[in-house]
């Protein structure tokens, strides 16, 4: 694993912790929305890949800036003198027995199609009984194709899925499979569903969490919905910001995925019950149940990966135009992509 050592130099909302605990469970979520069928399957809502954003009002989100930095001391360009690969990247090759899922967490109310705050790409490899989550940091500064150069978030609110899909194939070689959507308003119920998680906390960490008014102590905490969100939303704890509250997202991503895979069938109708309002996917009804019918022997048996791009070492932080990005270095992370999610 890569260790997490950079500061970030964005202010963000913090909805990768959102989009990481739902991840945990989402798998089990599908197993058991087979025993509802078509039923349950029908209250999940359906990708519209239109925008309902203006031209002024995309434009506005498009062009917009971040507040200043002032201990931000990276290099700093116009538009026009960054270079970001035109060429299409090698397509990662895998094989029937890998599927590829994206998940998009956004907070918007769902009155519009927001930027994506995380992007994580499920990786099941139903013959090495692995599930890899490469986290897509949201300020990667590369082509979005029709849009030119732009942070990767943008390109969900432009163009939904398809061109989400196309940005990943482009820059990076990743052929997705499906997408999912979720909105995290009302995640906290996910973790109360399952009766909480235990999380350890550093002395720094505890002493964080009690300054914002919750009992907990240095080691071992059982932690509620809200309490737990706090905790991998603490980017102040630490001296590398962002990149060091994913260590915390990670251990939350655990502690859920280990309580949601020993759930009973009740237990798990509940849980589905919980997720269905927060989804929007791309996926036919059938096509879950096939994910799920694939997905059910080996449920117990998935060993968690994870891992992010850009990758330590290869990326450099910068301000363009007014905006927080990081520049990736596109072949190294492909060549990590290629090595862990596809065919060796």
């Known amino acids: 694993m890569n260790s997490e050592n950079k500061k970030s130099g964005r202010k963000g909302k913090g909805a990768l912790i959102a989009l990481c605990v739902v991840l945990s469970v989402i798998l089990v979520v599908l197993v058991a929305a087979t025993v509802f069928a078509e039923v349950t399957l029908g209250r999940i809502r359906r990708s519209d890949q239109q925008s309902t954003l203006s031209s002024s009002e995309m434009d506005e989100l498009i062009n917009a800036t971040d507040p200043h930095d002032p201990d931000f001391t990276g290099p700093t360009y116009n538009k026009d003198d960054v270079t970001v690969p035109s060429d299409t990247a090698p397509e990662i090759i895998n094989g029937e027995h890998v599927l590829n899922i994206l998940l998009v967490g956004?907070?918007?109310?769902?009155?519009?199609?927001?930027?994506?705050?995380?992007?994580?790409?499920?990786?099941?490899?139903?013959?090495?009984?692995?599930?890899?989550?490469?986290?897509?940091?949201?300020?990667?500064?590369?082509?979005?194709?029709?849009?030119?150069?732009?942070?990767?978030?943008?390109?969900?609110?432009?163009?939904?899925?398809?061109?989400?899909?196309?940005?990943?194939?482009?820059?990076?070689?990743?052929?997705?499979?499906y997408g999912v959507e979720v909105n995290f308003n009302s995640f906290t119920e996910v973790i109360d569903r399952v009766g909480g998680v235990d999380i350890t906390l550093t002395a720094a960490e505890a002493a964080h969490m009690r300054g914002m008014g919750f009992d907990v102590q240095e080691g071992l905490n059982h932690m509620d919905g809200v309490t737990a969100l706090a905790h991998a939303r603490n980017r102040t704890t630490g001296y590398d910001g962002d990149f060091s509250r994913t260590s915390r997202q990670r251990a939350v991503l655990e502690a859920l995925f280990e309580k949601a895979s020993t759930l009973d069938v009740t237990s798990l109708m509940g849980l589905v019950d919980a997720m269905i309002p927060m989804v929007v996917t791309d996926m036919s009804n059938q096509e879950i149940i096939s994910a799920a019918t694939t997905l059910a022997p080996i449920m117990s048996e998935l060993e968690l990966v994870s891992q992010r791009v850009p990758a330590d070492g290869t990326y450099q932080m910068a301000m363009?135009?007014?905006?927080?990005?990081?520049?990736?270095?596109?072949?190294?992370?492909?060549k990590l992509l290629q090595d862990t999610i596809g065919e060796n």
């Open 106 to 177: 956004t907070d918007n109310d769902g009155s519009y199609r927001s930027r994506s705050d995380s992007m994580i790409l499920c990786t099941i490899d139903t013959e090495k009984k692995t599930l890899t989550m490469t986290s897509f940091l949201r300020d990667m500064y590369l082509n979005i194709p029709g849009y030119g150069k732009q942070r990767i978030n943008v390109a969900y609110m432009v163009g939904g899925f398809p061109m989400l899909y196309d940005t990943l194939r482009e820059n990076f070689g990743v052929v997705v499979d």
């Open 320 to 334: 363009i135009d007014g905006m927080s990005v990081l520049l990736p270095d596109f072949d190294a992370n492909q």
